[in-house]
């Protein structure tokens, strides 16, 4: 319920951003849009007279798919309780690519981004169909561990979440939970790999036990992005990793996603065109819980084929 | 202009009377943390005042004069038969001695009281200790009779008739004289916390009641923290979700919170005892009820205490590929302990300061052994204060008071230890 109330709002607030655009293929939409402003606000009938979102999307344009996939998704639908949440996903991401996935909140790319490595199995109420493989292997069989899935799909969440506890615990937290160091100085040249590879070691190599929640908020996201990396995963899934943060801390953290792709397939839900388009390599637009578009991200904000597409990103933009 | 910032006019005309709600609520606020510390203080300064005397205890010196031949032994007699002689014969010859001109029953009687009985066991003890001792005149302190203990700190008023006293005139001279030869001394008294319960208010001492209070709460808090945590986990972490059963356990758990505790302990009574035959009046059945007793507290408060740790965190653990169990471990519980705590000591003092379900299983009993395990008959503090204020002799009085001084203490240490435990696991996120 909460999902779709959001997808409403969010919805309005699109358009009202898109109706500030003055282009001429929108004028009639913007006539419209303007004598009901008030009451498209409220109300979902409203929204969807709307000629700019009341475009049909059938199937995926652009290129989802990719030869070299290092995950996949076919027929993916998602629902919590009785809502379906995500409709008939067909996506690939590529081998050390980075995928971006934008689209209005509510659109289902969070979703999405947690079904590649199960972490919706932690939300009762949800359900995944659909088949979804991580080097041909499907990682919904019972043959896949979810504990392992989710050491080699790592997860950088939106707000920073270092645990209560010491820097560099929260870097050696994930390689003592695999036993992927055998002695004590293994794992302090893995911390220390960890943090210099995030960009955080400079900072704190001196204040290393002091605790991790003591850090800024930029500093504690890449602290998180440093304890998923020791684990050393083949995918990060990144939600929205910037958006708690200021223009440098963003800055700082896009380098290095740019840098972190050399080794690790990297998939990021981002609310800002900006950074899709500075980071990526493709960029998927999500909307009301379907795929529309995916391309090379160049094409998508320069030439996307979608209407939709073309709508979000200009009204961004604009 | 002055039509669009009427607004202005509204909020300021509303103020007033805000502020004025404000003032009000902080003074009702004040006024209640105020008469809830005096009435602490009234009953602290009441407790001390009236407990603090039992803390000294009146000695009295005798030169007792250690005749063997007179009671039947020698240096050279058996422990057994050391063990077996009439050592209180030995102190009434002395007794007799000091005072010669004592005559009629009921004066020979007053003097026997002077002294505790005890004394007549300190003096077996020293002997058999040392029984080259015998045939020589040794000056001891014994502890002397409640009266007199009473009378030397003041409650008894020679003033008045000598109908209305305990202290008839004839004991007032021997305690004179008594005083003048200072045979007569107040001493911290040790008896009290060393002693179990007696019939007689100069020997009875608190430790029975302490350690059967404390092997309780061992009981109580070996039994119900590992079981009211575990049991929150589980239901916090890993029941199953808008499950029937669960749903059924939780209103029942809620439900048990609220029932009397005499309650548990007739259920106490027929299950451990009746059924399982547990020895009655031992701390091992009283710590089972009042576990059963304090494991609604318990869980609920841990609940309330997982549930607040925030998602974000188990998010973190479970990204990483921690599993549930590690990650509920490793994270949920540390972070949640501060409150799980919390609730643990609000159980356990209400377990410490519970009478009612001991009623039923035995525990209100006079015990003068001090327990030496959770299977020995004991008794608890609340119910030896009960126990003592029931008592006619005035020297128990005041030691009614003192036992409440050392649950006050008691529970304070308990307290302590677990703000110390909470600070340690006390982190910020």
Redesign the interface.
Known sequence: MVTAMTAITATTKEKQMTDQRDSINDRVANKESESNAADNRSSMDDIHKNEEFDIEINGTVGKPFVDNAKMSSRNCDVFYGDKQAIFDVNVDIGNHEILAMIGPSGCGKSTYLRVL?R?ND?I??CRVTGEHKLDGEDIYSKKMDP?????RV??V?Q?P????KSIYDNVA??AK??GLARTRSDLDDLVEKSLIRAGLWKEVKDDLHK?G?GLSGGQQQRL?IA??IA?DPEVILMDEPTSALDPIATALIEELMIELSGKYTIAIVTHSMQQAARVSNRTAYFHLGKLVEVNETDKVFTNPEHKLTENYITGRFG | MSKQYKNTDTIRAGLKKRYAREKRFQFFGIASIFISFLFLLVLLVNIFSQGYPAFQQTYVKLDVKLDGSAIGVSKDSSPEELFKANYSKLIKNTLKEMFPDVKGRKQKRALKRLISKSAAYDLRDKIIENPALLGTTQSFWFLAKDDIDVFMKGDIDRTLPEADRRIKDFQLKWIDKLLAENRLEKRFNTTFFTAGDSREPEQAGIKGALIGSLLTMLVTMALSFPIGVLAAIYLEEFAPQNNRWVDIIEININNLAAVPSIVFGLLGLAVFIGFFGVPRSAPLVGGLVLTLMTLPTIIIASRAAIKSVPPSIREAALGLGASKVQTTFGHVVPLAMPGILTGTIIGMAQALGETAPLLMIGMVAFVADVPQGILDPSTVMPVQIYLWSDSPERAFTERTSAAIMVLIAFLVVMNFIAVLLRKKFERKW
């Open positions: 490595n972490m932690t009762p109420i504990v392992l899935l989710r050491a790592g997860m969440f707000k979440n270092p645990f209560p937290y994930g939970l695999h605790p929640t998180c304890r998923t684990v």
